[in-house]
T-cell receptor
Framework: DTGVSQNPRHKITKRGQNVTFRCDPI?????LYWYRQTLGQGPEFLTY????????KSRLLSDRFSAERPKGSFSTLEIQRTEQGDSAMYLC????????????FGEGSRLTVL | GDSVTQMEGPVTLSEEAFLTINCTYT??????LFWYVQYPGEGLQLLLK?????DKGSNKGFEATYRKETTSFHLEKGSVQVSDSAVYFC????????????FGRGTQLTVWP
């Protein structure tokens, strides 16, 4: 399967713990996005990479959130000191540069904070 | 700022019925407009798009026309099938080259045989 892969698919953690999600994009894609989706809502943009450079961050991304994309390949999204409000589906997507808006999404990583 | 307002669901139809899901947008520039679909247990996938006014996007029997005068991009299908049951998201890109999308809340469609 050459689609976008996300791991783990589901993470249950206690409040205050740190969690990390990984995204492996489609190999030819140089753009990578993180979105967050809560129940009954559409995806909300968190951050975006072009190759290894993080070019845009939403104000939704508090200082407890950090994302990296070393070497412009896979990406990680870390949430420190998790709060119950962080419970959501975290979506990763990738795309070609120059093809605006045509994102390929993974199946998401669901976070449950107890 | 840029935003999308989407028809509230859920929508329940019988097979072969006509479908319309309304979507209106607010944008400061010249956005591109999209419909994404999420089938049960799968990731979002692009259904169709339109990049300028009066363009019609189409795919799998679905159509949507970019109407600048009414700031709308309504999704239509003449005859729905059970396999069309999914959540549909309207989205826009605000004209930048970065690809950031603003999504609507989604509309759950259930089609009964």
């Amino acid at each position: 399967d050459t689609g976008v892969s996300q791991n783990p698919r589901h993470k249950i953690t206690k409040r205050g713990q740190n969690v990390t999600f990984r995204c492996d994009p489609i190999s030819e894609h140089n753009r990578l996005y993180w979105y967050r989706q809560t129940l009954g809502q559409g995806p909300e943009f968190l951050t975006y990479f072009q190759n290894e450079a993080q070019l845009e961050k939403s104000r939704l991304l508090s200082d407890r959130f950090s994302a990296e994309r070393p070497k412009g390949s896979f990406s990680t999204l870390e949430i420190q000191r998790t709060e119950q409000g962080d419970s959501a589906m975290y979506l990763c997507a990738s795309s070609f540069s120059g093809v605006t808006g045509e994102l390929f999404f993974g199946e998401g990583s669901r976070l449950t904070v107890l | 700022g840029d935003s999308v307002t989407q028809m509230e669901g859920p929508v329940t139809l019988s097979e072969e019925a006509f479908l319309t899901i309304n979507c209106t947008y607010t944008a400061t520039g010249y956005p591109s407009l999209f419909w994404y679909v999420q089938y049960p247990g799968e990731g979002l996938q692009l259904l169709l798009k339109a990049t300028k006014a009066d363009d019609k996007g189409s795919n799998k029997g679905f159509e949507a026309t970019y109407r600048k005068e009414t700031t709308s991009f309504h999704l239509e299908k003449g005859s729905v099938q059970v396999s069309d049951s999914a959540v549909y998201f309207c989205a826009l890109n605000g004209g930048s080259t970065l690809g950031r999308l603003y999504f609507g809340r989604g509309t759950q469609l259930t089609v009964w045989p």
